[in-house]
């Protein structure tokens, strides 16, 4: 998007530094990483930023509405969660697709969204190691509104942890298996917090524990990364143990499990902006329109692109058994705009969005991207590609 940027950085590119990148990256916790890291940020100009901005603004002041909570009830209705739900959460994520309109002008659309943490803890190393190992142009910064790396760390802190020093934990099914294992690990360092998996908890009492080196910790607090409804498919021992979360026990959470639901592909519906695609659920659909490659299907509550359905066809819906569960989206052309050695990429931007208590707002923070020269953005479709994968921005400072 800034050219100069752009043909000076693929310029001074090496293969050495990108190799010295990923080093840094696997040394800030002991595992390996489990998804490609692209070999470029992405360079954001100012104007394209406000835009970014404005976009995220519309689509909070409808999550922030007095009629939020009646509109998204239904979305969690076919599944147990557990008690103990704030109003709002205190983080929400944003996928933005850059695209091209007719005056060749760079237009964000909203592809998905999240009440729901991302890699808040890794997006930190992953500029640090971007800095130590490139040569990223003064007057470029990952953060947003004027947040600093510090200033970041001290929400993300607030965030986690709370105000009242309560004994908080991340919690996850299998941490060990997941491809985010390294945001567990560097957010158990940063945050000094311990990472504790489903089946590890007990309960006594009002309360739920944990052991480690033989001793008993009482949980007050979680900063939830378990995908709820993947409990569900887990053997009888182990949807036991999730079931104490939701018993009457005495908790606070980060976020709450029912904010994954209210706050997802669920609200696109809703959202009347022209940087959200025209969405609607598929129950709703009452005459399969005739131009069905403009459309997309994706089902309500899926990660990591599973499920999608890009090339649709009448069978294709007349397959789905659920429509309700389903979403019918105007598809969205992504621009091929990152300019690479090896072709031009396109690219996903995902907001970070804390809630702010002086201005009783969500504000955007720092950020990761995507890049991909397949169909799809995400690693899992991009596999024998390179200049492509988790990637991060850099916005161009100033008002």
């Not at 510090?150 to 802190?157: F, G, I, K, M």
């Amino acid at each position: 998007m800034i050219k100069a940027v752009r043909l000076a950085y693929n310029k001074a590119f090496s293969e050495s530094q990108y190799l010295n990148m990923l080093a840094e990256l696997s040394n800030q916790a002991p595992t390996t990483l489990g998804f490609r890291i692209a070999e470029t940020p992405i360079f954001i100009d100012t104007a394209t930023k406000k835009v970014l901005l404005k976009a995220g603004d519309e689509i909070n002041a409808f999550i922030t509405s007095e009629d939020f909570e009646e509109k998204t009830k239904n979305s969690f209705s076919s599944i147990v969660t557990p008690p103990n739900e704030a109003p709002l959460p205190e983080c929400i994520v944003m996928d933005f697709a850059l695209c091209k309109n007719n005056n060749n002008q760079v237009v964000p659309k909203l592809i998905e969204l999240q009440g729901f943490p991302s890699l808040f803890g890794f997006e930190i190393m992953h500029d640090v190691a971007f800095r130590n190992n490139f040569e990223i142009p003064k007057g470029f910064s990952p953060y947003l509104n004027n947040y600093t790396q510090e200033s970041y760390l001290a929400h993300l802190r607030k965030v986690i942890k709370g105000n009242q020093g309560k004994h908080t934990i991340l919690l996850e099914l299998f941490p060990d298996q997941q491809k985010t294992k390294i945001d567990f690990e560097i957010t158990q360092q940063l945050m000094v917090i311990p990472v504790v998996c489903v089946t590890e908890l007990v309960k006594e009492d009002h309360h739920l524990y944990y052991i480690r080196d033989h001793k008993k910790y009482r949980i007050e607090r979680i900063y939830n990364r378990v995908v709820w409804d993947e409990l569900e498919k887990q053997i009888s021992e182990i949807q036991a143990k999730a079931a104490l979360l939701s018993t009457d026990v005495s908790l606070e959470w980060v976020t709450h499990p029912n904010h994954y639901y209210r706050i997802s592909k669920y609200i696109l519906p809703f959202l009347n902006s022209s940087f959200v695609p025209k969405t609607q659920f598929l129950g709703d659909v009452n005459t399969i329109p005739e131009n069905l490659n403009d459309y997309v299907l994706k089902p309500l509550f899926s990660y990591a692109g599973q499920g999608v359905l890009i090339d649709v066809t009448k069978s294709d819906i007349e397959k789905i058994k659920d429509p309700q569960n389903w979403i019918m989206q105007e598809k969205v052309e992504y621009a091929s705009m990152i300019e690479t050695p090896s072709g031009p990429a396109k690219t996903e931007i995902r907001l970070f969005y804390f809630w702010d208590d002086k201005t009783k707002k969500y504000i955007a923070t720092l950020n990761l991207a995507r890049l991909s020269k397949g169909k799809m953005i995400g690693v899992n479709y991009n596999a024998n590609a390179t200049w492509v994968g988790g990637s991060i921005a850099y916005f161009e400072m100033g008002p």
